[in-house]
């Protein structure tokens, strides 16, 4: 991970070299398969999904943070995890701040953040202090030599390799929908809200039915 950090040099050693859009498509669904495999078969081994899980149900409040792309997955998350638990926010910068969450951290919440290369400060800050005011802390990074994992009491590492010029996102995304899962799973009231959140959705007319 300390190599080709940042986009423009992984696009100049992966794809700069003359190759047919269908080898280049070989390679990427190769990589992406051998990388989510390895991610599935780690958080197997590990625990640590299943063991997060188990901490963002427990809590009291459950806040979620990324910054960057890593927004893209905290988003995820956050979206999932509501339709099951109640009291997640999706710490995004505006309307819920950093400032905001930090003003009232209690020993009874979670911080689930994520943060992948190149490591964004806001999030890394957010969840340092997060973590000094008593709140708890699971990361979802890439490596163990993350910044994130100095600061969280848990940390789901998600391996990231890829062909592209962008590290891959498959493996991320896959890992947060199986801690969403397993999180909700055992969440008491879990269903009783989600068959709720249908009434309502019937009711306002939110999707488009024939």
Do not use: C
Request: net charge positive; glycine share 4%.
């Amino acid at each position: 991970m300390t190599e080709l950090t940042s986009p423009s040099q992984r696009f100049g050693a992966r794809l700069q070299r003359p190759s047919s859009a269908a080898a280049l498509q070989t390679r990427v669904i190769e990589q992406e398969t051998k990388t989510l495999a390895e991610a599935f078969a780690r958080v197997t081994a590990d625990g640590t999904v299943a063991a997060a899980a188990a901490t963002v149900v427990a809590a009291r409040r459950r806040f979620v943070a990324g910054t960057g792309k890593s927004f893209a997955y905290a988003s995820l998350l956050a979206v999932d995890l509501s339709a099951g638990l109640s009291n997640v926010t999706l710490v995004d910068g505006t309307l819920v701040r950093h400032v905001d969450v930090l003003a009232d951290v209690r020993e009874s919440d979670v911080l689930v953040a994520v943060s992948l290369r190149r490591y964004r400060r806001e999030t890394i800050a957010l969840a340092r202090r997060f973590a000094a005011a008593g709140g708890a802390v699971v990361a979802v990074t890439d490596t163990a030599d993350s910044p994130l994992t100095t600061v969280a009491g848990q940390s789901i590492v998600v391996p990231t390799a890829s062909a592209s010029f962008a590290d891959s996102p498959t493996a991320v995304a896959a890992v947060v929908h199986l801690l969403a899962t397993l999180t909700t799973a055992s969440a008491k009231g879990a269903r009783r809200r989600l068959a709720e959140r249908d009434r309502l959705a019937h009711d306002l007319e939110l999707y488009w039915e024939d």
